[in-house]
């Protein structure tokens, strides 16, 4: 009788405190932490947790609204790529050259996407130093539906990953245009593998990186404290300068000023401008990483530059040649896309138009002048205007960028920008 006595007293006092532990529930957050969260999730900024605070937060996912934003602009970014940018491309070349532009568009696509995620998201995306990415994120590891406080703390790392994935496979197509019809497909997959390695990944990380060497707005450590909204750097020119590098070194396409090399289909060439258009709005507004005011700002300066840009190149045609040409039109579009793309989160609708003015006069004299008097065959004209235009579009930037529209921005008293929201990175 004494044993069961112990025995029943041991077995009580081992499971009571199991019992203890497991019925008492977690404490709920209190009405102010909730408010707390609600705010932070408004006005992109972060939760407790995030900012360093003791406090639990009572939304642990990444927002909805914020994702659904970005896998929109991620699949309008792709839509630039196929169809927008192949039809554009496709309609400028040759009746015979169409399918070969086409299929160089789609294999890039595949093989950009397979170095993206084996490594390429890791050597832009994670920290390592201030020139090149870590390993961290290779093959995606450690990519899920939680976000990167890094870059936004609302959105999904993985959806983040796919919607810069898409500015990785446009910027290597886009040198096609100035080499188009002169290189085969097999060299064209080889010399973007190694561009991509030796080029966009590092330019990448050393403007967009958290810790990168030109990260003028999110690392306060940047020795150039470069801004470059949604890609006039990294996209526009690393490739518009690469093309021309390329289209030097491979020379003139056969029968180059000897026969008529006008563009086979100007109906493909509006389509595909019209798409282009269409899907930069996931390329500009969308590299604010939020649906918020200053996604709102990308849109508008975006839609303004772009017209004042291609009614400006057609009305010079009207000038100087009599008429203006659907091909002055599509021209003038593109060209003004590409130079209001590193400013459309910086600044307002007048510096837009001044932007979208000098994007139809500088280009088009880079692309009618210029190229005559160098003699270089940049076939599609990708230097003049994606080179040309970047560069005009980065130092225009500087210009014309203001804390007003974006208070990221913060001029100190040494000239350095410095973010003076703890909003999640727009870029």
């Known amino acids: 009788m004494t044993l069961r006595l112990l025995l029943l007293t041991g077995i009580i006092a081992f499971v009571s405190p199991l019992f203890a532990q497991t019925s008492s529930p977690a404490a709920a957050p209190s009405l102010e932490q909730r408010v707390v969260d609600l705010e932070a999730y408004v006005t992109n900024s972060p939760r407790g947790v995030d900012a360093g605070s003791a406090s639990s937060s009572n939304i642990s996912t990444p ?5 659904a934003w970005m896998m929109t602009c991620a699949a309008l970014v792709l839509f630039m790529t196929l169809p927008g940018l192949a039809l554009f491309y496709g309609g400028l070349v ?6 070969s532009v086409l299929a160089q568009c789609l294999g890039i696509a595949g093989l950009v996407t397979i170095l993206w995620w084996a490594v390429g998201y890791s050597l832009v995306f994670s920290r390592g130093c201030p020139f090149i990415g870590g390993l961290k994120f290779s093959f995606l590891h450690g990519v899920d539906a939680r976000p990167n406080a890094d870059y936004s703390y609302w959105v999904s790392q993985n959806v983040f990953a ?5 500015f990785a496979i446009i910027t290597p197509a886009l040198i096609i245009g100035a080499i188009a019809e002169r290189m ?9 593998v190694l561009w ?4 966009y990944f590092p330019i990448a990380h050393m403007v967009w990186g958290i810790d990168g060497w030109m990260n003028g707005v999110w690392n306060p450590k940047a020795k150039i404290t470069a801004i470059d909204f949604a890609g006039g750097t990294v996209v526009h020119m690393s490739s518009g300068w690469s093309a021309l590098v390329l289209c030097v070194l491979l020379g003139h396409r056969l029968g180059f000023r000897k026969e008529i090399m006008a563009p086979h289909s100007m109906v493909l060439c509006m389509v595909g401008t019209g798409l282009l258009w269409v899907g930069w709005y996931g390329f500009n507004a969308g590299s604010a990483l939020a649906p918020d005011g200053i996604a709102a700002n990308a849109f508008t300066t975006t839609t303004l530059a772009t017209a004042v840009a291609s009614f400006t190149w057609a009305m010079l045609e009207y000038a100087l040649r009599g008429k203006p040409s659907v091909l002055g039109f599509c021209s003038g579009a593109v060209a003004g896309l590409v130079v209001i793309t590193p400013a459309c989160g910086y600044v307002g609708p007048s510096g837009a138009v001044t932007i979208g003015i000098a994007a139809g006069i500088v280009p088009f004299f880079a692309c009618t002048k210029l190229k005559n008097w160098l003699g270089y065959d940049d076939a599609l004209d990708t230097f003049g205007i994606h080179a040309v235009g970047g560069t005009l579009g980065a130092f225009l930037t500087g210009i014309f960028a203001t804390a007003s529209v974006n208070p990221n921005l913060s001029l100190s008293s040494t000239g350095s920008l ?3 929201w703890p909003s999640s990175p727009p870029r």
């Open 94 to 99: 040759r009746a015979k050259n169409v399918l």
């Open 63 to 67: 927002g909805p609204s914020y994702n």
């Open 196 to 199: 991509m390695f030796l080029v």
């Open 184 to 192: 085969k497909f097999a060299a064209v997959l080889v010399f973007v």
């Open 418 to 420: 410095n973010p003076i």
């Open 162 to 166: 796919m919607y810069q994935l898409m």
